[in-house]
């Protein structure tokens, strides 16, 4: 370290040589000893000069005759330390929204040795440096006063940027110290927008209360802290206009609030609008909620699929979806089974917004009722009245769900157990008809055919006018059947799969039977329903394999005389479920005798008329004819071709010619075909 003394002297002849030292007294050189400089400036090393010591610079002059004289400065110390280092702030905080102004503020800089002598500052984005204001003096004289509030302007700070000043403080011989500030970041950005949910907890569409309404919000959020919110309630006409329901409320830092003393209108949408505003009052853009609709009314069921009117296969998986016209919290669904089959079923429900499905596993129990009853919430929490559906599950065999079981379910079932379609399997069952359930064993066999069986002799059994005889559309083929005395012969048309008979008759006059009533066999399956005291037959058959042999209906005539109407309707189909023949018909069958036979005249002995019956069991030419005893031909009482039947002759007991004949023996006789017969009555007069 360098230090420097001066001396000013002048003298008329000139100055020879300059002398220096260093004392801790005026003259002494008991530091630095006396040494001769060529000119009045000497330079010594002062590094070793204690800082506490009080020091005196000397000079001694001489001149060119010898004349000397001495001079000493004033006192001096030395000072090697820097300032107390004092504090700097810029700005007002942590943050500020001017862009070109800062203001430093420092002070507690102290210097006990040489003192103050000037402050220096600079501004840069990292603290310590400069490379927004480099270093520059301060430039006024500030150095006595304990603290300095200065703003320097003419800036163009970055938003979003933060800064840092330093002041530098330097004594009188130029040892220095510095401060550096806190950041001081420039923020001109409201807060980051948040969203608002419509209700006090997760966001809500619709709410039950016309006189308040709530809201909430989150994710606001600012560095420089968020100072207040603001809320507004709205909705828009018609037009699209906005409606202030609530106007702007400061409401702090609160994250939820609620509008009272509301009237809002039922079925109309609102929305709430929130802005946060930091501490510097830079506000956010506006948050507005999705909005909320006022909601008086239960949830309704704006769809149900399947229709609770259509009937469920036993066999069918059941699926019902209801589809809400809103979206539901909660609901509460409980279930029943006329035939208590719930377990069974295993009935299990999901929910999806307003959408709510429901399944339950087959099988189910034939002839059962499925009741479902529903109970909802919706998002205002209003509760619907209980919602009650019924599901009626079809009867085991009634494949087409029309007109019962019946034969066109009969040859779906047949059609099926020769394609092994086991979508079609009914068996085994437990339980009584019609309430089966199937536990089926993967393969067609007569447990099946039973089955079938069964359930349509129970269908046949309710009185339902099934074994009436229907009015059909006449088409195919027409209706071809044979009559005997004791039964007639229908016969299918050619390729027939199945059909449907029904024969009423007057059980007055005829009665009627099927040889077999039920038969399952190779060929088919044959089912009949016989009602002997309304005078109704019912037959159904479907073949496995294409058929056209007759089928037999016993008679059993109960009088001679009339022709019986028997009104019988049909239906033959193919085997491609064409139809070959139906139709409506009444078929007037006459009483015919198994047997031929000539009976005794009535009365006998006779005068003067007499009745003689005959029975032809086929039709043929007949002749009857009298004859007197002597052989001899009296008259010819028929003469003719004569239908089968009971017929009746009179004879009044005159010859050919319209003559009365005489009292005594006669003998008529028959000839019909190989039947000849020969009876003997007398005449009385």
Known sequence: ??????????????????????????????????????????????????????????????????FTTTASSDSFRMDFTPPTTGFLTIGDGLYQSDSANVKFTWGGFLDDQSGIGDFEYSLGTEPGSDNVIARKPVGLNVADFASISLTFGGMALIRNTTYYGTIYSLDKVGNESSAISDGLTIDRDGPTTGTVADGMGEDVDHLNDTTKASANWTGFYDFNGIKNFELSLNTTTNTGTEVIVADWTDVGKDSSFTFTGLNLITGKKYYFSVKGSDGLGNKSNIAVSDGFVIDLNGPEVANLSPSSSKLVSVLDSLHVVVTLDEEISKTNIEYASNQADILNIDPTFTVDKNIIKISFKPPFTSGDQIKIMIQNTDLAGNVSPTLEYIYNIAYLGDFDFEEGINWKDLNIFVE???????????????????????????????????????????????????????????????????????????????????????????????????????????????????????????????????????????LKHLQRDNAVPVDISYQFIGNNNEILSSGN????????????????????????????????????????VVYDIMGREVIRLNDSFMPAG?????????????MEVSAGVYFYHIQAGDFVKTQKMILLK
Do not use: C
């Open 416 to 554: 099926a157990w020769n394609k092994n379609d086991l979508s079609k399997e009914l068996g085994p069952v437990n339980g009584i008809p019609p309430y089966f359930r199937p536990n089926l064993d993967r393969k067609f066999n007569t447990r099946d055919a039973m089955a079938f069986v069964r359930m349509w002799n129970w269908d046949k059994a309710q009185k339902s006018g099934k074994l009436i005889a229907k009015v059909l559309p006449t088409e195919g083929s027409a209706l071809a059947a044979d009559f005997e005395a004791d039964h007639m012969l229908i016969h299918p048309p050619k390729g027939t799969k199945a059909m449907e008979l029904i024969l009423n008759y007057p059980v007055m006059d005829m009665s009627m039977g099927m040889p077999i009533k039920e038969s399952v066999t190779e060929q088919a399956i044959t089912l009949s329903k016989v009602d002997t005291v309304s005078g109704q037959i019912l037959l159904n058959t479907a073949y496995f394999v294409k058929n056209d042999l007759p089928i037999r209906i016993d």
């Open 1 to 66: 370290m360098d230090g420097i003394i001066v001396a000013n002297a002048t003298d008329n002849g000139g100055i020879a040589k300059y002398e220096f030292s260093i004392g801790t007294v005026k003259g002494s050189d008991n530091v630095v000893s006396w040494a001769v400089s060529d000119s009045n400036v000497a330079h010594f090393d002062v590094k070793e000069l204690g800082q506490d010591t009080t020091y005196y610079s000397n000079a001694r002059v001489t001149d060119f005759v010898g």
């Open 585 to 624: 018909e009444v078929l007037d069958i006459k009483p015919v005798p198994k047997e031929f036979a000539l009976h005794n005249n009535y009365p006998n002995p006779f005068n003067p008329v007499t009745t003689i019956n005959y029975d032809l069991a086929k039709e043929g030419n007949v002749s009857l």
């Open 646 to 658: 009971y017929h009746t002759v009179r004879w009044n007991a005159r010859n050919q010619y319209g």
